[in-house]
């Protein structure tokens, strides 16, 4: 009989340093994964958006927030493509959740996140595109930014007009609504 409680002891201690192997293994293993694709890892590597709009190439912006489920899944995928388009663009990552970059966000109109903003080497925003991307799409888009070609994935920002306050908008005529535009008296 002692010999069997042996036995048994014997499997549930290595059945218990076998589950404290394998629990250690997989919680170093989500670090390592996490830390290097997170949105904090990424932001604290890219430039910053000053140097990268004065440098001579071309810029994407990503206004991002860490509780955005949407900048949160696609950082792997963007992490990838940093690395593949380093040597070509700049990366800039603004947090929407930090004040200091309110003036960014009204100066891009950013209503939504992940916000990306792509500029020319010059510094110019040519197009953005809000939301979660494939990074087929993405590569598409920086591609075409770097052969200085219209973003295929994008929605232009070219050149506008300022509003000039000197003009005077005239006020449409009091008119009942059930009139459907008739004048009433």
């Not at 197009?127 to 494939?134: D, T, V």
């Amino acid at each position: 009989m002692s010999e069997v409680n042996n036995q048994n002891r014997l499997r549930n201690l290595l059945i218990a340093l076998t589950a404290i192997a394998l629990s250690t293994a997989i919680f170093f293993g989500f670090q390592t994964q996490a830390s290097s694709v997170s949105l904090e890892a990424q932001a604290e590597q890219s430039l910053p958006l000053e140097v990268a709009l004065d440098n001579g190439k071309p810029t994407l912006t990503e206004f991002y927030a860490n509780w955005c489920s949407s900048c949160q899944a696609m950082a792997p995928e963007l992490a990838q493509i940093k690395q593949k388009y380093a040597d070509s663009v700049n990366f800039v990552m603004l947090n929407v959740d930090n004040g200091k970059w309110l003036p960014e966000i009204l100066r891009y109109r950013v209503d939504g996140i992940p916000h990306f903003v792509f500029s020319n080497p010059a510094g110019v925003a040519i197009a953005e595109a809000i939301g979660e991307q494939p990074s087929s799409v993405m590569e598409a888009n920086l591609d075409a930014l770097i052969a200085d070609q219209t973003l295929p994935y994008a929605y232009a920002t070219g050149k506008t007009s300022e509003l000039d306050d000197s003009i005077k908008i005239s006020q449409p005529s009091q008119t009942d609504p059930r009139s459907h535009g008739a004048q009433v008296n």
